[in-house]
């Protein structure tokens, strides 16, 4: 599913009333319809309660109303709260207006001269609140009576439901405009916002449904929108079942660079996550005293032992004997547990010059780059990079409270610049490409904050790649799969305590899922 921004959306919704036809009035009315379904579903005795919509005075409003009159007619106790006159509603909400006026539903004007407490009785003796003050249209700080109105509300114990976004939250970046209102659930209308899915903004939004309101699919699809919401039914269409006729040599020859001593578990869990998702092959490089070790740890791959530094870690001198091995490859992954010893990390940036198969790096690699990051506009293959947070900040020269602050921005901005496929790690995964393609992971949960994870994730991806998908492509599946199998564990485990190995085991089990198998798992 496409994930906008709040302009986007607006751009559609005026596209389809203006080049389609298809009046806003209509749009509105199958936004109130599809709410009041969903929130009857998220309070099954919703009609039973006394419902209180506080509404303010742009089209946000207009859809509070629609949902007071659906409500009213099925006998419901409900009343309107108006935060703002009505002399300052205009268009399709002034329509809905007038008509909860024939009706003779409850309408209360707030009278920002008199007593608040006074009027505040009206929220208080409330079961649930329908909250329509403030749409995705919001773009500065909330002041005055509604973050005042916000605050009282957060603060009553009772169920709040959010129509189109909760009031006081930025749709396009996810923050808290000054104050937001806390939903239990959110009815959203079109499309997901970026804000509704990425923190802070999805720890207030709840229970998140996407309505159609009737925006035609060629509308959408004409849009410049290639931003993806990347959940199962995605990650799913883009798999492409296997020929009966597939062999080893059909499914791609993985090289993995990793290990160095204390690291070799990294090196074992690379390998294994390759071939988890379905790598015909599979070649462990690594540094030459260390292969005994490895030639116990690994069943399935295989071993090439290289020229070594005198602290075990991979030599620079074994530059030659790795691009020989790399011709005709499918993929190289190359950072988990390598060191930094400086002539390993010099081994790396001439690599990633000369290497002649699409590079997958992580970790240690990563460090490499650091200060040296212009070299990727002028790497000889494709690359995907995979950092974790504090990763991505050290390539950036940023503070990692700034990544985080700004993932999807600085993630696509960064892909961009360098050229490169981007999989900034952590909760909400994001996948961004030059081309400025993006995905916002659903999968996942925070038992995978465990060592090792991220080794995994390094060979999925590269297994992905391996198999002939798209370096866009081949991240997605390998971020979804991933956190879908922690989630998968978690069915069965705590919170914490998971192991990468743990995620290991379920990896093939996810991608039969995907793939429409529906058996036991």
């Known amino acids: 599913m496409l994930v906008a921004t709040a302009s986007e959306m607006a751009s559609l919704d005026r596209q389809t009333?203006?080049?389609?036809?298809?009046?806003?009035?209509?749009?509105m009315e199958n936004a109130g319809r599809g709410a009041a379904a969903f929130f009857m579903e998220v309070l099954p005795d919703l009609l039973e309660r006394r419902i209180t919509i506080l509404a303010g005075s742009g089209n946000n409003a207009g859809d509070g109303f629609?949902?007071?009159?659906?409500?009213?007619?099925?006998?419901?106790?409900?009343?309107?709260?108006?935060?703002?006159?009505?002399?300052?509603?205009?268009?399709?909400?002034?329509?809905?207006f007038q008509i909860l006026e024939k009706l003779g539903v409850p309408v209360y004007v707030w009278d920002e001269q008199a007593e608040?407490?006074?009027?505040?009785?009206?929220?208080?003796e409330s079961d649930v609140i329908l909250d329509a003050i403030l749409g995705t249209g919001l773009n500065s700080e909330v002041t005055g009576l509604y973050r005042t109105i916000i605050e009282a509300v957060n603060a009553l114990s009772i169920p709040i439901l959010a129509v189109d976004i909760p009031s006081g939250l930025d749709a396009t970046t996810g923050k808290v405009l000054g104050t937001a209102i806390q939903a239990m659930a959110t009815a959203t209308f079109g499309?997901?916002?970026?804000?509704?899915?990425?923190?802070?903004?999805?720890?207030?939004?709840?229970?998140?449904?996407?309505?159609?309101?009737g925006i035609p699919p060629a509308v959408v699809e004409a849009s410049p929108i290639k931003?993806?919401?990347?959940?199962?039914?995605?990650?799913?269409?883009?798999?492409?079942?296997?020929?009966?006729?597939?062999?080893?040599?059909?499914?791609?020859?993985?090289a993995v660079l990793a290990g160095s001593p204390g690291k070799t578990g990294a090196a074992t869990l690379v390998c294994q996550g390759a071939g988890r998702v379905g790598a015909g092959l599979v070649t462990l490089l690594i540094p030459s005293s260390l292969n005994p070790i490895l030639e116990?740890?690994?069943?399935?791959?295989?071993?090439?032992?290289?020229?070594?530094?005198?602290?075990?870690?991979?030599?620079?001198?074994?530059?030659?004997?790795?691009?020989?091995?790399?011709e005709g490859k499918s993929v190289c992954a190359v950072g988990p547990g390598i060191s930094l010893h400086p002539e390993t990390q010099e081994l790396v940036k001439e690599l990633l010059l000369q290497c002649p198969c699409p590079l997958v790096l992580d970790a240690d690699a990563l460090t490499a780059l650091t200060g040296d990051v212009e070299l990727l506009q002028i790497a000889k293959s494709p690359v995907i990079l995979t950092p974790h947070p504090g990763e991505m900040a050290r390539l950036l020269n940023e503070s990692t409270k700034t990544v985080q602050e700004n993932r999807l921005d600085l993630c696509?901005?960064?892909?961009?610049?360098?050229?490169?496929?981007?999989?900034?790690?952590?909760?909400?995964?994001?996948?961004?490409?030059?081309?400025?393609?993006?995905?916002?992971?659903?999968?996942?949960?925070?038992?995978?904050?465990?060592?090792?994870?991220?080794?995994?994730?390094?060979?999925?991806?590269?297994?992905?790649?391996?198999?002939?998908?798209?370096?866009?492509?081949?991240?997605?599946l390998a971020v979804y799969v991933h956190g879908a199998a922690a989630d998968q564990c978690i069915g069965k485990m705590s919170g914490r305590g998971l192991l990468a190995s743990d995620v290991l085991e379920h990896v093939p089990r996810v991608i039969g899922r995907l793939e429409g198998f529906h058996g036991e798992l």
Not at 72 to 96: E, F, H, M, S, Y
Not at 116 to 124: G, L, N, P, R, Y
Not at 310 to 323: D, V, Y
């Open 17 to 27: 009333i203006e080049e389609i036809g298809i009046p806003g009035i209509v749009l």
């Open 66 to 96: 629609v949902l007071a009159r659906l409500f009213w007619v099925q006998d419901a106790d409900v009343r309107v709260i108006c935060l703002r006159g009505p002399g300052r509603l205009k268009g399709d909400a002034l329509t809905n």
């Open 116 to 124: 608040f407490d006074t009027q505040s009785a009206w929220i208080e």
């Open 191 to 213: 499309l997901p916002k970026i804000g509704q899915l990425v923190p802070p903004g999805e720890n207030y939004v709840g229970r998140l449904r996407v309505v159609d309101i």
């Open 227 to 254: 931003r993806w919401w990347l959940d199962e039914e995605l990650a799913s269409s883009w798999l492409f079942p296997r020929d009966p006729s597939t062999h080893k040599g059909h499914a791609g020859h993985v």
């Open 296 to 326: 116990v740890k690994l069943t399935e791959a295989m071993t090439l032992p290289i020229a070594e530094t005198s602290k075990q870690s991979m030599s620079r001198s074994a530059l030659p004997e790795i691009l020989t091995f790399l």
């Open 412 to 476: 696509t901005e960064f892909s961009h610049k360098y050229g490169v496929t981007v999989v900034l790690k952590g909760h909400r995964t994001i996948v961004a490409t030059p081309e400025g393609q993006a995905a916002i992971n659903s999968s996942g949960n925070p038992a995978m904050a465990s060592g090792g994870m991220g080794d995994v994730l390094t060979g999925m991806v590269a297994g992905f790649l391996a198999q002939g998908y798209e370096p866009f492509q081949a991240s997605c």
